[in-house]
C-alpha cells in the first residue's frame, strides 16, 4: 500500500489525521480546489456534447468518451473520501501491522508476495497510463506543427488541435495556450483519478485475498499451530485446539465484515460502471475509426488503459471468489483425522461457512468476476456495430 499510500496522499484523497490543525485544514483546501476544478473540466466536456449532439458524432463521441469516465471517476473518488471508506483504510493499516507483529514467518512472506504483485501491477498500469496521457498532451502539439488545419474564415484565427474536446467561455483558437493549459490539468487530475484510485482499489481486494490466504495456511496447518499455542498459553491439546479456532474463526468474520463494507460502499458504482462502460468503450473506439494515424494511437492507448483496468479490477474480485472457497479446501489438506472430536465439528461450520463465498457485487444483478467482464465486451462490440451504421 506504500505506493498507493503516495499518490493518494497527493491527490488529497488519502484520510490525514492532524486533530484539525492547519495542514489538515489545507490539505483539505487543497483537494477541494483541484476535486471542484474536476468538476467544472467535466463540466465544459458535458456543453460540448450536448451542443454537437447529432450534428457532429465525431465531436460528440470524443466529448462523450472522456465525460463518462471522468464523471464516473468523480463519483468513486467522492466514496473514498467518504468516512466508512476511511474506516476500511485505518483496519487495512492494523491488519497489516498485526501480520508483522506476529514474526509468522508464513503470514509475512505471503503478505511480502502479494504486496511485491501488487506493486508489479500498479507500476505497469501506472506506467501504461503515463505514456497515455503522455500522448494526449503531445500529439496535438505535433498536429499542430506536422498538419496545420488553417484559418478559421470567420474569425481569421488559425485553427489549433486540442487534447480533448470541451466547450470554453473564450475564442480558444484565439487564446490557445490558455484553453491547452486548462485542458492539460483538467487532463492531469483526470488521469490521476482515473489510474491512481484504480491501482487503490484493486490493492484492496488483493489485501482481501493476502487475508484469505493467510488463514488458509493456519488451518492447513492446524496441528503445527496448535502446538505453538499448546506451548505459549500452557494448555491441553483439546484447548489449545479451542483458543486456536475461535481466532481463525473472528478472523474470517472480520474478513466477510470487511467484505460486505467495502461491497456496501463500492457496488452502486460498480453497477454504473458495469452499464456505461461498454458505450464509453465504444466511443473510444470509434474515434480509432475517423481520426489520423497519430490520434489513432492516442486514443487506442486510452482504451486499453481503461480495458486493463477493468480487468484487473474484476480479475482481483474474481480471486476473493476463489480464494473463500479455498479456505474449505485447506482444511482437508492438513491433518484432519488426528484432531479432537470437537476440532472436527468446528471445522465442519467453517467449511460450511466457506461453501458461500465471498464476493464483490454490480449492485443486485451479478457477481464481480470474469465472466461479467466478458459481458462487457460483448455489448462493446454491439455498440460498436450500431454507432458504425449511424
Known sequence: MRFVKITMLLLGIWPVKRNGDLTENLYESYFFVTFSYYLLFITSGLMLAFSTWGENYLTTAASMGIVIEYLSNAYKVHLFKSKAFKCLIEEIQESEARIFESKDKKFIKIHLNNAAYSKKIVLFYTIMGTIGISLYFISP???NVLTPIGYNNETGFQKHYFIVSSWFPFNPDKYYWAAYLIQFLGCLIGYSYIVHCGAFYINILNFVRTRLQILQIVLANLSEYSRRCKFNYQLSEEQSYFVLLREIVQEHHKVIRFVKRLNDIISFFTLLNFVTSSFQLSLVAY??????????????????????????????????????TNIATSIFVGKWDTYPSGTLRILQMICMRA??????????????????LFQIFKALYSYICIIMKM
Not at 489520423?292 to 494511437?297: E, G, W
Not at 486514443?299 to 476463489?322: D, E, G, N, W
Not at 454490480?362 to 468476476?369: D, L, R, T
Open 355 to 372: 461453501q458461500k463465498p465471498l464476493k464483490m457485487t454490480i449492485g443486485p444483478i451479478a457477481e464481480v468476476k470474469i465472466t461479467a
Open 287 to 324: 474515434q480509432m475509426f475517423k481520426l489520423s494515424v497519430l490520434f489513432q494511437v492516442t486514443v487506442f492507448s486510452y482504451f486499453i488503459t481503461l480495458s486493463t483496468q477493468l480487468f484487473l479490477t474484476y480479475h482481483a474480485a474474481h480471486m476473493i471468489i476463489v480464494e473463500s
Open 141 to 143: 502539439l505535433v498536429s
